[in-house]
């Protein structure tokens, strides 16, 4: 049997380099695959405690972050593609029309 | 030494016996998707009005190993610019997919006993608790193999034909998912066995107790998605030989063209499996349990297959087929009578022998309408997929839970 | 080692090297097949635990649709390699540290405190799809249509913006 915490350990370590991907990646889709990486990392750790505490909760809001990703990545997408199309770059640092 | 290797096998029996089953299993079905492409030009071309190949070998089953020689021995170039990781990753991933398919199928209810240890039928335990699903989930996962197949080719046909092909097998797999519903809820389970026994509820109805008849919307929906998830004649446009070149694998060739050849026709035999497991009984008999001469009917079939290819071959035009011939038809009558002489084996091979045949004729319909039908265009298809099939399936899963839900108030049954 | 405890390193590694793998990739498509890699590894991990029915989920959706999304997206814009920034050197190396010190210590601290969770032994009727149908449709149908209603909104909002600019 492997022990709960191992589980959540390896949550938070894919949880820290999702979150160091968004900060220091410049190209939008990385960064937005990085938000990807961040609740996959959540999901884990949800099932981990589900089969720890011997109920099925855990699982169930598993179904639900999965299907709030499907419909973040999909509104997400499209907003990228138009800012692909309006500033013909997908480096995050030229989006930058509202810098002062 | 020989001791310590017995009892090392013998301590981890049921690793050495699954390798063992994936090797057979390897073996058995590239073999078989070889004579399957023997079989479609043969029948193809008699559709056509012209013998297929018929030179190499008598009746031209030596096709195959022609076939498989020519892409040994052909050049193999990287065109410049591909992006080399995904230009050879693409055909492994599409073999490896579809080759995990197969080793998801359960080819029969009961294991053999050999040394006090079962050996099921597939590579699986029929008992597996997700097991449509985990079909589905090696399906989703097939469009990669096409999509970054036609990216990484650099190259504007194989990039339309991969985004073309992907769109379209992402179109269809909605539809195949819910088409399969209306199944899953009549056997209450995801369990390939358990749907195979709920429709075994009625054993002297035979065929009549199969899910075809109720879930008949289900079956077309779900037989028409899976043509197109595999990218086959009707919907084959991503890859007509006359649209875009070749599609996504043009920039691909000899080996890297063979495995996506190799990983079609895998697909193709996984759909017909699922077809006949999910609608068609699976390893069931159609004829209703009463009629114990049925168990005969496989025996009487190879004796009599095996005595048709020995007439053939005496009279066949080379030396070669009139040795080869007899010689196979000898086998095949000899395995026919021993099954009939061996009531205990002829009892075992009742399940698989029906899930062949039935996988068989799903291939055979798979090759007719590669024959006969033209294709879709591209938004025709998209349109299909969509407008019509989408729809038709999800309005089966309500007319199934529907009548599931009167069957259970006014019936009383569960 | 058990094999459960083999198994689950190998998993967990595959997991790891596919995110490290995600942001040292220079090309979006390479990263996205890292993170595929990193979806199949924690399926894989779904299984260890238990969870058939998440994990089968888990690749037919998160895997099977969503990044192939994404790689339609990386496909049609054309994407290409990353331009190159100038992080500040002098930044690079104690950020680091203070970096692996923090993981460390947040790790540490989960070890210490999630000792006492005794994992109760999993049967598979627990996590069964009866029994999280049953949940789903019973205790958690309100969340479940409100799902329904942000996939509607959802699928409005990327028709709109896909939609090209009447000219």
């Known amino acids: 049997m492997v022990p709960t915490n191992y589980y959540v350990i390896l949550s938070a370590i894919l949880f820290g380099l999702g979150v160091f991907a968004f900060i220091f990646k410049r190209n939008i889709i990385t960064i937005f695959m990085s938000i990807e990486l961040m609740l996959n990392a959540v999901n884990l750790a949800f099932v981990a405690f589900s089969q720890a505490l011997g109920k099925l909760d855990g699982q169930v809001f598993v179904l639900f972050v999965i299907v709030v990703a499907a419909a973040e990545a999909a509104v997400g997408l499209g907003i990228i593609i138009l800012i692909a199309r309006n500033r013909q770059t997908l480096n995050v640092e030229r989006v930058n029309l509202l810098k002062l | ?414 | 080692m058990t094999a459960q405890l083999a198994v689950f390193f190998v998993l967990a590694g595959l997991a790891a090297i596919g995110a490290v793998s995600l942001i040292l990739q220079k090309h979006p498509i390479h990263s996205a097949l890292s993170l595929i890699v990193v979806m199949i590894a924690l399926a894989g991990l779904y299984l260890l635990l238990g969870a058939e029915f998440v994990a089968a989920v888990q690749i037919i959706v998160y895997g099977g649709a969503i990044m192939v999304l994404f790689v339609f997206v990386i496909m049609l814009l054309n994407a290409g390699i990353e331009e190159h920034t100038s992080i500040s050197k002098m930044a690079g190396a104690p950020g680091l540290l203070l970096v692996v010190a923090l993981a460390g210590f947040v790790a540490a601290t989960i070890a210490r405190s999630t000792e006492s969770i005794q994992a109760t032994s999993q049967t598979g009727e627990l996590a069964s799809t009866l029994g999280i149908s049953n949940m789903l449709f019973k205790d958690f149908v309100y969340p479940f249509e409100l799902t329904s209603f942000l996939i509607l909104v959802a699928v409005l909002g990327a028709t709109v913006l896909a939609q090209r600019e009447k000219s």
């Open chain 2, 1 to 414: 030494m020989i001791s310590f290797f017995l009892a090392l096998v013998s301590a981890n029996a049921e690793l050495f016996i699954t390798l063992a089953k994936i090797l057979l299993l390897l073996f058995i079905v590239l073999t078989v998707n070889a004579y399957l492409t023997w079989f479609e030009r043969k029948v193809v071309a008699h559709i056509q009005s012209r013998w297929g190949p018929h030179r190499v070998g008598p009746h031209g089953l030596l096709q195959p190993l022609a076939d498989g020689l020519k892409f040994l021995f052909k050049e193999d170039p990287t065109p410049a610019g591909v992006d080399k990781f995904v230009y050879y990753l693409a055909p492994l991933l599409a073999l490896a997919l579809a080759l995990t398919s197969i080793a998801l199928i359960p080819f029969g209810p009961d294991p053999i006993r050999l040394f006090g240890r079962d050996i099921y039928l597939g590579i699986t335990p029929p008992d597996l608790n997700i097991g449509i699903l985990a079909l589905f989930a090696v399906t989703a996962l097939g469009v990669y193999g096409v999509a970054l197949a036609g990216w990484s080719s650099n190259s504007k046909y194989p990039l339309l034909g991969g985004l073309r092909s992907s769109a379209q097998m992402i179109s269809y797999e909605l539809a195949l998912t819910m088409s399969v519903v209306g199944v899953l809820l009549m056997a209450g389970s995801f369990n390939l066995k358990k749907i195979i026994e709920a429709q075994a509820h009625h054993p002297e109805w035979g065929l009549f107790g199969w899910n075809v008849w109720p879930q008949i919307l289900g079956f077309f929906c779900f037989f028409i998605a899976a043509v197109a998830e595999t990218n086959r004649v009707p919907f084959d446009l991503p890859e007509a030989e006359s649209e875009l070149v070749a599609g996504f694998h043009t920039e691909y060739s000899s080996f890297k063209f063979a495995m996506f050849f190799i990983a079609e026709y895998t697909s193709m035999i996984t759909v017909s499996c699922l077809c006949s497991i999910l609608f068609f009984g699976g390893w069931l008999s159609p004829f209703p349990a009463w009629w114990t001469y049925a168990h005969y009917l496989p025996s009487a079939l190879l004796i009599s297959f095996g005595l048709w290819v020995i007439w053939d071959g005496i009279r066949y035009e080379t030396l070669f087929g009139r040795i080869v011939l007899p010689g196979v038809g000898t086998v095949i009558t000899a395995l026919g009578a021993l099954f009939v002489l061996l009531p205990d084996v002829n009892e075992f091979i009742q399940a698989p022998f029906w899930l062949l045949s039935k996988i068989f004729v799903f291939l055979f319909v798979y090759v007719w309408m590669r024959g006969t039908l033209p294709r879709f265009r591209y938004d025709q298809l998209m349109a299909f997929g969509w407008k019509l099939l989408l729809p038709l399936s999800i309005m089966n899963v309500i007319l199934t839970s529907f009548a599931i839900l009167a069957k259970m108030q006014w019936w009383g049954a569960k």
